[in-house]
C-alpha cells in the first residue's frame, strides 16, 4: 500500500471537509445523487467516447497502482548485470543461459535471450529500444485517461449547475424552494472540479509517474545488457550503471 497516495487524498478530502463546516455548512448538503450522476457518468461517457478499448482497458488495469507501491529492484538489477557482465567475459555468453530461462521480468528475458544468442550488440540496442519506447508510449495513452477525466469534470459539473438552476428556476415563485435548488445545483460544479483536482488529475500524475520508473529500469537492462554485449569489462559496466542506483 502507498501510505503518502492515501494521506494525500484523506489530507484533502479532510480539507475540504472542515473548511465548509468552519463557515457553518452542513456536510449532508454536499451529497446529491443526480449531480453525482451527471457528472460521473458524463465524464466517463465522454472518455469512453474518445479512447480505444484496448486502451481503455488497459488504464483501468493500471489504477491499481496509484495505492499499490511499485517497487523497482534499481539497485539489485545493477548487481545482476555486473555479475553477468563477468560471467560472460569469462565463460561467453551462453553461461547466462540458464539465468536467461529462469528470468520472469518478460523485457528482461528477452534481453537475456537476445545476448543468449549471440545478437549483434547494435540490433540488441536497436530492439530493445523498440520495445521500452513502445510500451511507454502505451502505458503513457492509457494514464493519459484519468488526465482527461481531470479536463471534462469540471466542464460537466458546469452543465450539471446549469441544469439544476433550469429545475430551480422553475419554483421562481417559491423563494424557499428556489434558494435550496439554487445551492443544490451547485453542487455539481464542486463534484466536476473537486473529481478532477483531487482525483483525476492526480491520479494521471502519479501513474505517469511509475511509468518513468519502469522505464528507467528497462533503459538500466539496455545499457547493461549492450554494454555485456559488447564484452565491456564488469569494471567499466559497473561505473556506468552507478548512475541508475537508488541511494
Known amino acids: 500500500m502507498d501510505r503518502l497516495a492515501l494521506l494525500g487524498l484523506t489530507l484533502g478530502l479532510f480539507a475540504i471537509a ?5 463557515h457553518g455548512g452542513h456536510l449532508d448538503t454536499l451529497f446529491d445523487l443526480p449531480a453525482l450522476v451527471i457528472v460521473i457518468g458524463g465524464t466517463l461517457g465522454a472518455v469512453l467516447f474518445q479512447t480505444p478499448l484496448p486502451q481503455f482497458t488497459v488504464g483501468v488495469k493500471m489504477l491499481a497502482w496509484v495505492f499499490k507501491a511499485q517497487y523497482v529492484p534499481l539497485n539489485a538489477t545493477v548487481e545482476r548485470l555486473i555479475n553477468w557482465g563477468t560471467a560472460a567475459r569469462t565463460n ?10 529462469q528470468e520472469t521480468d518478460p523485457f528482461l528475458h528477452n534481453a537475456l535471450n537476445l545476448l543468449v544468442d549471440g545478437i549483434e550488440p547494435a540490433i540488441i540496442q536497436d530492439a530493445l529500444d523498440a520495445e521500452l519506447t513502445l510500451e511507454r508510449e502505451r502505458l503513457l495513452r492509457s494514464a493519459r485517461i484519468y488526465e482527461a477525466m481531470g479536463g471534462y469534470s469540471p466542464t460537466i459539473g458546469i452543465i450539471g449547475a446549469v441544469l439544476g438552476l433550469i429545475q430551480a428556476m422553475q419554483n421562481i415563485n417559491n423563494p424557499e ?5 439554487i445551492a443544490t445545483a451547485f453542487v455539481a460544479t464542486i463534484y466536476g472540479v473537486g473529481f478532477a483536482n483531487l482525483i483525476f488529475i492526480p ?9 518513468v520508473q519502469r522505464c528507467l529500469y528497462q533503459e538500466l537492462i539496455v545499457e547493461g545488457v549492450v554494454s555485456i554485449a559488447n564484452g565491456e569489462n564488469p569494471r567499466v559496466i559497473e561505473r556506468k550503471l552507478a548512475a541508475y542506483r537508488v541511494s
Not at 18 to 22: A, I, N, Q
Not at 92 to 101: C, D, H, Q, R
Not at 177 to 181: Q, Y
Request: charged share 15%; net charge neutral; aromatic share 6%.
Open 203 to 211: 491520479i494521471a500524475n502519479k501513474l505517469k509517474a511509475v511509468v
Open 18 to 22: 472542515s473548511g465548509f463546516t468552519l
Open 92 to 101: 561467453g555468453f551462453l553461461s547466462l543461459e540458464a539465468e536467461a530461462l
Open 177 to 181: 424552494l428556489l434558494g435550496s435548488g
